[in-house]
């Protein structure tokens, strides 16, 4: 097996096991989403996402780590839908 396929094997073995999580606790969605709507009123940056990352990992069963670097492909891809989707929601408005 390539680099390559072991990388992309990681991911979606990763993303799986975030999915059961939200399977088993659907109130982390609606929770992260009311965390990323109160946060990106500020904007988008790096130390807003890492906001939302942090408070989502205080307040609900995800453990995204502070530090961004250390973000898995998961953390980041989550991070990411949470802001379009915000984003795609305020834009209806």
């Known amino acids: 097996m390539s680099a390559s ?5 990681r991911i979606i073995n990763e993303l799986r096991g975030f999915i059961r999580k939200l399977l088993q606790d659907p109130k982390i ?3 992260s ?4 709507r109160q946060q990106l009123i500020e904007g988008s ?4 996402m890492a906001r ?6 205080d307040t609900t069963s995800v453990h995204i780590p502070e530090d961004p ?5 998961a953390d980041k891809l989550f991070l990411e839908l949470l802001r379009e989707v915000v984003q795609e929601e305020q834009a209806l408005y």
């Open 69 to 73: 670097a250390e973000h898995s492909e």
């Open 52 to 57: 939302i990352a942090n408070e989502i990992s």
């Open 45 to 48: 940056s790096p130390a807003v």
């Open 29 to 31: 969605l609606e929770q």
């Open 33 to 36: 989403l009311a965390i990323a």
């Open 5 to 9: 396929e072991i990388q992309k094997t």
